[in-house]
């Protein structure tokens, strides 16, 4: 028995050390290939159009404001599933789930005159609103199950203590439930910074692109040829604070996923 785990540990680390290469080999070329030559793609990237710093700041904004949003909606959201009754809870949380079957790409170009009716077309804030609209049903999901995760004798006892409901729920549960926001707020972060479709579609002003949609613009050449050199440079960007907030992250957000967010 005792000589069968080292070769079942050994077993392990083979397979997760293959994945890993497997993984990461992608992400290590990008990285070569962006460098090849010297620092050139980088310069001539910074310079194109209206500048690296405008697109960069445009995806900083549109998912600060796309993270911001949907923690603040998951979360109150959430709360509500998790401990109120009220009529239709159900059959509005299953609405809220069957945004996940209405596909992505269709709905672009009705989104794109609804956004032009409220004033919000070729705007940052309205392009965040969609992207906090197709997070809300994963979100809303794990947030409504960590919250129901929680023992109800934690809330009891602060309302005891002299905590009204929304202080307790500000002061106390969200911190008990912080993993499970940090993993929501990963997701809503990741789905915004890489997204193309929906800025290329509800942005119409090359100072309003975010950095996916300007990193495509600026690798097209003469006769569709392609600076693969630029286009490398451009997913080192916006590879390295996604895969910095990962490994910042990855204790949170793997407890995300096994206190009870997945549960039900």
């Not at 949380?93 to 919000?120: K, Q």
């Not at 006892?157 to 940090?182: H, M, Q, S, Y």
């Amino acid at each position: 028995m005792r000589s069968r785990r080292p070769l079942a540990r050994t077993r392990y680390y083979s397979t997760m050390s293959a994945l890993a290469v497997l993984f990461l080999f992608p992400l290590l070329w990008s990285g070569w290939s962006s460098f090849d030559g010297g620092i050139g793609n980088y310069t001539e990237m910074a310079g194109f159009g209206e500048g690296l710093g405008t697109y960069l700041t445009n995806s900083v904004l549109v998912s600060a404001m796309t993270v911001a949003g949907t923690l603040a909606t998951s979360a109150l959201g959430g709360y509500a599933f998790a401990r109120f009754d009220f009529p239709g809870k159900n059959l509005l949380f299953l609405t809220t789930l069957a945004i996940l079957m209405v596909p992505y790409a269709t709905i672009l170009i009705p989104l794109y005159v609804l956004l032009g009716y409220i004033g919000l077309q070729n705007s940052l804030v309205g392009l965040s609103l969609v992207f906090v609209m197709f997070q809300l049903p994963f979100a809303l999901f794990m947030m409504r199950n960590a919250f129901e995760a929680l023992p109800r004798e934690l809330e009891e006892a602060a309302l005891v203590d002299g905590c009204g409901t929304f202080r307790a729920f500000a002061l106390i549960l969200l911190r008990a439930v912080r993993p499970a926001l940090i993993t929501v707020g990963l997701f809503a972060f990741l789905a915004s910074w890489n997204d193309f479709f929906a800025p290329l579609i509800l942005l119409n002003d090359g100072a309003s692109f975010t950095l996916p949609v300007a990193v495509v613009s600026m690798t097209q050449r003469t006769f569709g040829a392609i600076d693969y050199g630029m286009l490398q440079a451009g997913v080192m960007v916006m590879a390295v604070p996604c895969l910095i907030l990962f490994i910042v992250l990855q204790r949170h957000y793997v407890r995300g996923f096994m206190s009870g967010a997945l549960r039900g």
